[in-house]
């Protein structure tokens, strides 16, 4: 994440942190060690960072997706009840283009009447839509807490713009990617010159410091995903999970912190 001066002389870098276990402790600087060049720096303070994050809800909205339009809706209705005070939403949906589904707010009722307009047409272009959430949404509020939570397999077909392209602007932009994910359509087919859905999603969280989960029996669950969430619980978003807590997007709320050295 990209450092910042501090005012009594040493360095100040925004990090996500993580449980594995099932404890509710918050995490402490005795637990995280950080390098710089192969050499480890003293930290002198680990703080939570509580501030209001920016949250895109980028849903794929394409025809041939393993998911009806009734399940797209209740994923984001989820999300737009459970945001935490000072946070912000916006949804986007996308095909060949990427359509404002609700404008930025937090009034879930409001964001609940527009999820009518979601409906499935046309082929994936998840990186031009991400792309355009980055230059349009996000780029304009440098110091923000912003996050994209992706609702997707990983497939993308027919962007212009590439992955790498995609995922060099995410981290250069402090963007924190979280995903929820489709049964993937292609089912593990291997693609010419771009990664197989799963591949992108776990390139997407794994490189922006975020999670990924998947939709099962209509809940949006964050265990058994990677080998390793080992030892995480398997509560859903309701829950409790990795000692924070998940309600809704409650993760990208509070997850964050800042570390000084």
């Given at each position: 994440?990209?450092?910042?001066?501090?005012?009594?002389?040493?360095?100040?870098?925004?990090?996500?942190?993580?449980?594995?276990?099932?404890?509710?402790?918050?995490?402490?600087?005795?637990?995280?060690?950080?390098?710089?060049?192969?050499?480890?720096?003293?930290?002198?303070?680990?703080?939570?960072?509580?501030?209001?994050?920016?949250?895109?809800?980028l849903v794929d909205n394409s025809?041939?997706?393993?998911?009806?339009?009734?399940?797209?809706?209740?994923?984001?209705?989820?999300?737009?009840?459970?945001?935490?005070?000072?946070?912000?939403?916006?949804?986007?949906?996308?095909?060949?283009?990427?359509?404002?589904?609700?404008?930025?707010?937090?009034?879930?009722?409001?964001?609940?009447?527009?999820?009518?307009?979601?409906?499935?047409?046309?082929?994936?272009?998840?990186?031009?839509?991400?792309?355009?959430?980055?230059?349009?949404?996000?780029?304009?509020?440098?110091?923000?807490?912003?996050?994209?939570?992706?609702?997707?397999?990983?497939?993308?077909?027919?962007?212009?713009?590439?992955?790498?392209?995609?995922?060099?602007?995410?981290?250069?932009?402090?963007?924190?990617?979280?995903?929820?994910?489709?049964?993937?359509?292609?089912?593990?087919?291997?693609?010419?010159?771009?990664?197989?859905?799963?591949?992108?999603?776990?390139?997407?969280?794994?490189?922006?410091?975020?999670?990924?989960?998947?939709?099962?029996?209509?809940?949006?669950?964050?265990?058994?995903?990677?080998?390793?969430?080992?030892?995480?619980?398997?509560?859903?978003v309701q829950g409790n999970w990795?000692?924070?807590?998940?309600?809704?997007?409650?993760?990208i709320a509070d997850r964050a912190?800042?570390?000084?050295?």
């Open positions: 994440r990209r450092p910042a001066a501090s005012s009594e002389g040493g360095v100040m870098v925004n990090i996500v942190a993580a449980r594995t276990d099932k404890s509710d402790a918050q995490i402490t600087a005795r637990q995280l060690s950080v390098y710089d060049n192969g050499i480890e720096q003293t930290i002198r303070n680990f703080t939570p960072d509580p501030s209001p994050a920016h949250i895109v809800l025809l041939t997706i393993r998911a009806d339009v009734e399940k797209l809706e209740k994923a984001a209705r989820e999300f737009a009840y459970e945001i935490f005070e000072g946070d912000k939403l916006l949804i986007v949906g996308y095909d060949e283009e990427a359509e404002i589904v609700s404008d930025w707010t937090d009034d879930a009722k409001a964001i609940e009447s527009s999820l009518k307009l979601f409906r499935k047409k046309g082929q994936p272009h998840l990186f031009d839509a991400a792309s355009a959430v980055m230059e349009q949404a996000l780029k304009s509020t440098p110091g923000q807490k912003n996050v994209i939570v992706v609702i997707s397999d990983g497939l993308d077909r027919g962007s212009k713009t590439t992955f790498e392209k995609t995922l060099a602007e995410l981290q250069r932009l402090d963007i924190t990617v979280y995903a929820v994910q489709a049964q993937d359509r292609t089912r593990g087919a291997i693609r010419r010159d771009v990664p197989k859905p799963r591949q992108v999603i776990d390139k997407l969280v794994e490189g922006t410091g975020g999670m990924a989960g998947l939709v099962r029996d209509g809940h949006v669950v964050f265990d058994e995903y990677h080998q390793t969430d080992t030892g995480t619980t398997s509560n859903v990795v000692g924070l807590n998940a309600r809704g997007v409650g993760p912190g800042g570390i000084a050295w």
